[in-house]
T-cell receptor
Framework: EIVLTQSPGTLSLSPGERATLSCRAS???????LAWYQQKPGQAPRLLIY???SRATGIPDRFSGSGSGTDFTLTISRLEPEDFAVYYC????????FGQGTKVEIK | EVQLVESGGVVVQPGGSLRLSCAAS????????MHWVRQAPGKGLEWVSL????????YYADSVKGRFTISRDNSKNSLYLQMNSLRAEDTALYYC??????????????WGQGTLVPVAS
């Protein structure tokens, strides 16, 4: 099983600031089968990024993904009020697994 | 509108059984693999099971293998999860999710709102 470790656990930032979230895999993620999801309280997760760097339909371009192998990053260039949420990375190349999540909270 | 709607979650005693359903609409259901994902209260996401577009391939997390069975009825645009020998640690909100591919090699691009399964005596 591929274990995904996200850091930091919590990120305290102000609207307009840049957010950088990290996801590290215990072994290489094949073909960049790495996705990022956003989850707000009381809501289902929403796909943001797949294939490590491709934005899902309707996702604003302030969200970007990068990385390969075992190290991946989600960047939110300028935080909007609606971006404060929990973010999960996921590998789906083999038996899917999720990271434990990073909470982006208002500072 | 593309939509997934789960149902079937009720309080169940340890050792009991339950069948969850997920009704799909707004897309060609039998083109895509489907998943069940769960989230214990206040916790993160845990993948549970996958079924390919035609039902020919199924996969399970080790935590549910031998107890849960995933199935689908493409004529009814529906996905199911039969849950047996339930344990307290199975208590969670259960989501169904659509895969971007037919064989389960894609990200999960559509999610339902979930159905809550409390396992308690």
């Amino acid at each position: 099983e591929i274990v995904l470790t996200q850091s930091p656990g919590t990120l305290s930032l102000s609207p307009g600031e840049r957010a950088t979230l990290s996801c590290r895999a215990s072994q290489s993620v094949s073909s960049s089968y790495l996705a990022w999801y956003q989850q707000k309280p009381g809501q289902a997760p929403r796909l943001l990024i797949y294939g490590a760097s491709s934005r899902a339909t309707g996702i604003p371009d302030r969200f970007s993904g990068s990385g390969s192998g075992t190290d991946f990053t989600l960047t939110i260039s300028r935080l909007e009020p609606e971006d404060f949420a929990v973010y999960y990375c996921q590998q789906y190349g083999s038996s899917p697994t999720f990271g434990q999540g990073t909470k982006v909270e208002i500072k | 509108e593309v939509q997934l709607v789960e149902s079937g979650g009720v309080v169940v005693q340890p050792g009991g059984s339950l069948r969850l359903s997920c009704a799909a609409s707004g897309f060609t259901f039998d083109d895509y693999a489907m998943h069940w994902v769960r989230q214990a209260p206040g916790k993160g996401l845990e993948w549970v099971s996958l079924i390919s577009w035609d039902g020919g391939s199924t996969y399970y997390a080790d935590s549910v293998k031998g107890r849960f069975t995933i199935s689908r009825d493409n004529s009814k645009n529906s996905l199911y999860l039969q849950m047996n020998s339930l344990r307290a640690e199975d208590t969670a909100l259960y989501y169904c999710a659509k895969d971007k591919s037919g064989y389960g090699t894609g990200a999960f691009d559509i999610w339902g709102q979930g159905t809550l399964v409390p396992v308690a005596s």
